[in-house]
């Protein structure tokens, strides 16, 4: 049973029955993304909203229980422990005081869960708690951690399934006057196998984000952390399909229109994640990567012991090694279950054995990063943040090479010296991984060396593979096979002309039954710009696989951005794909052929790559306005284009078009009224898409220069999203500004 405190008055809280792949029911909580004003942080945090001199006082403490996951080893689980439940500080949320549902003065709790509230005389309010963490240039408050001095933040607590109501905790007492003990608590009640009330949940879940925003202000104090959604439901269960139903697959991290969103499971007896404190942590360390840092991780499904496309493994290592840091606790425990009463522990300073060690294994990752953090001072499980936040935000952030313990490691080495935080230990004995290929030219020395993000002399494939030191087998494990230093290179550098296939360019699925984010299911390249216009092709397939089967897509980077791919299903380039870009002189840029495995999974064991270098187009089209990843079913989207012309046209048309499902409306042809001198024309439409729909918009263009006519046609991609909410059984309404807001539950049925 939870902890109870001795009220003055009586808390009520509307039903909110929840049911959750991260833990799931009975809650009556909500919380609004727009509130009446921004509350402060300060050490005595008071706000009164009027102007007036006249006020009373309220004080209390905000708290709500927690349940501990256990994992297995220092204590019988994993499981949540439920006989142990204790009431924690809910901190740094929003504390306002209500009267006719309107908010009359609000606040914040410190780090202790105690508010101040400055209520103008007269006023009849009660409490409510919004699970929202805003602030603007932060004052801490003397209670430790209390790293984030001058930092920003905005994240808010949503139910997805209520459309994205904001969790507020509702108290009935009213006050008029001056009151010490204006406190309230939310409860967590589990028995007979079900949730009885589930408000404490996102209180939860906001700690935890409060938790790892102290870990990155290690780093920088005066962080401005973009706006995050955390999307929690009792609905939310490990289904692939419609959000607003619940169906989130699993807890992950996602950018939509530009925002970034975690969904967290919730549902009760499958698996429920906010009381599981590493997996929260996880998720919001690819928050940090994807907001302050950068990660070029291509996503999917990932193991510990999977040779995995490097990039992913860097990404998970990454929210495994965030997690640890976090709690200063390197055992991951998710539950999961009847009664959240199974799941398994990771443990993260685990020196990784055999095949696991090296770049592909996000164990490797996370045991690096897990070392470096500790080894940072001698105590314990303790350590910084600080040396890994400088390399990720001032190196990996803007590394031609894509974002992996490759470049991570030759940035750390770079900055600090192999012999910080054990570094060259760590990467030549633990992870028995060459230290010259850290370093350009081959060699390291230990200090005053500069990064190789590439390996580029490939000493780790010579070391790994076939005749190599220290062999390596792909996939991992008995199962795996030996492989050349080549088909372990993590890039082929590719030369104008015909680059004839080598053990480097062959498609090697692992045996996985999800293989698309495996090491040999992708294969790197690197093209050094001239200024040209440069075509990169696939061509003469081995194997007997045809240019028309669908079995290779091709994509190109320039410092993590896409800047050009084909994806063709169909027609000779559906199996040896094509692309055209143009190149910044000396600018290295990045070329990946991914296998395909929508018509099965087809290995190809070889192919040619041809660059062919050309003079820039005459024409070019750029979106003005960043187009969102997707867009409503049904809704006009307005589209704005730059054309631009690198020579005079005498005639100059364009045309806008909708293909696979994407409608066009308004001007879709205009014959630009030419402007002397001028290389930039604009031209906007209306686009939607029907329900389910993706598909283009086109932007076609005609100039004609000296009797020549130069066409041009640029693709840029619409897709639709989830649209309705399924009604649960929560109690949900709308706070004085019209937005939804879930209620959370005082107590029992």
């Known amino acids: 049973m939870s902890k109870r405190y001795n009220f003055i008055f009586l808390i009520f809280i509307s039903l909110l029955i929840l049911n959750s792949c991260f833990d799931g029911s009975g809650s009556g909580f909500a919380l609004n993304s727009n509130p009446e004003s921004t509350p402060t942080q300060t050490s005595t945090p008071i706000i009164p909203l009027n102007n007036g001199s006249a006020n009373f006082t309220l004080r209390g403490t905000i708290t709500y229980d927690y349940v501990q996951a256990t994992d297995g080893i220092s204590a019988p689980g994993p499981k949540l422990d439920y006989v142990h439940m204790t009431a924690r500080p809910a901190r740094r949320v929003v504390v306002q005081a209500l009267e006719g549902g309107f908010a009359v003065s609000q606040t914040t709790t410190n780090d202790l869960g105690h508010y101040v509230l400055q209520v103008p005389t007269g006023k009849v309010v009660n409490i409510r708690v919004r699970l929202w963490a805003l602030a603007s240039s932060y004052l801490p408050d003397g209670i430790s951690p209390d790293n984030c001095s001058g930092a920003s933040w905005d994240i808010r607590i949503v139910d997805n399934t ?225 040396r890994i936040f400088n390399v990720l935000a001032n190196f990996q952030k803007t590394t031609p090479a894509f974002t992996t313990l490759q470049s991570f490691s030759a940035y750390y080495n770079q900055s600090y010296g192999g012999s910080s935080e054990n570094l060259q230990s760590l990467w030549s004995s633990d992870l028995d991984l060459p230290y010259n290929a850290l370093c350009t030219s081959g060699f390291c020395s230990g200090a005053g060396d500069v990064a190789d993000p590439f390996d580029s002399g490939n000493l780790i494939g010579s070391y790994i593979g076939t005749g190599g030191a220290s062999l390596r087998k792909y996939p991992q494990g008995t199962g795996g096979g030996v492989f050349s230093n080549l088909f372990w290179s993590l890039y082929r550098t590719l030369v104008s002309g015909l680059n004839f296939g080598n053990a480097h360019d062959q498609i090697n699925l692992g045996n996985y039954s999800k293989p698309v984010n495996k090491f040999g299911a992708v ?54 794909p094509s692309v055209s870009f143009s190149t910044i002189p000396g ?93 930039h024309y604009k031209h906007g439409v209306k686009a939607k898409l029907l329900p389910g729909k993706a598909g283009y918009v086109v932007v076609d263009v005609v100039c004609v220069n000296d009797g020549v006519v130069h066409t041009f046609s640029q693709p840029f991609p619409l897709k639709t999203k989830g649209s309705g909410f399924k009604m649960t059984s929560a109690k949900v309404g709308q706070d004085e500004r019209g937005d939804p807001i879930v209620y959370l539950k005082s107590e029992g049925p």
């Not at 929508?598 to 089209?621: C, R």
């Open 587 to 679: 600018e290295t840029y990045l070329i990946t052929v991914n296998a395909f495995t929508g018509n099965g999974n087809v290995q190809v064991p070889s192919w040619n790559v041809t660059v062919s270098p050309k003079p820039l187009p005459p024409i070019t089209v750029e979106s003005v306005d960043d187009i969102p990843s997707s867009i409503l079913a049904n809704l006009d989207q307005n589209l704005n284009f730059d054309i631009g012309t690198h020579k005079e046209c005498s005639e100059l048309r364009t045309k806008i078009r909708g293909i696979e499902g994407v409608l066009v409306s308004g001007e879709v042809e205009k014959n630009q009224t030419l402007i002397p001198q001028s290389r």
């Open 162 to 386: 209520q459309s994205k109501g904001s969790y507020v905790f509702d108290g009935v007492t009213q006050f008029s006057s001056n009151s010490d003990f204006a406190n309230l608590h939310a409860p967590l009640s589990f028995s007979g196998n079900t949730y009885k009330v589930r408000s404490a949940a996102p209180f939860a879940l906001l700690d935890t984000a409060v938790s790892v925003l102290e870990l990155a202000c290690q780093g920088r104090r005066n962080i401005a952390f973009p706006l995050l959604y955390i999307n929690w439901s009792p609905n939310n269960i490990n289904i692939t399909g419609d959000k607003s139903t619940g169906n989130i697959s699993t807890s992950h991290f996602i950018t939509e229109n530009g925002v970034s969103n975690l969904y967290i499971l919730g549902k009760e007896n499958v698996d429920t994640d906010e009381f599981d404190d590493h997996v929260i942590a996880h998720e919001f360390g690819h928050y940090l990567e994807n907001t302050l840092f950068r990660s070029d991780s291509i996503g999917g499904t990932h193991g510990q012991g999977d040779s995995l496309d490097p990039r992913v493994a860097f990404s998970e290592g990454f929210g495994n090694a965030v997690s640890a840091m976090t709690f200063n606790n390197p055992v991951y425990v998710d539950t999961s279950g009847d009664s959240q009463s199974n799941g398994f522990p990771i443990l993260i300073n685990s020196a990784p054995t055999g095949d696991s060690r090296g770049i592909y294994s996000e164990k490797s990752v996370q045991y690096l990063l897990w070392n470096l953090y500790e080894n940072r001072d001698f105590l314990p499980n303790n350590g910084s943040f600080d």
């Open 523 to 576: 294969r790197w390249y690197k093209l050094i710009g001239t200024g040209n216009f440069e075509t990169v092709s696939i061509s003469n397939l081995g194997g007997g696989v045809l240019c028309t089967s669908d079995v290779l897509d091709v994509y190109v980077y320039y410092r993590g951005t896409i800047i050009a791919l084909n994806k063709d299903s169909s027609g000779s380039t559906a199996g040896c």
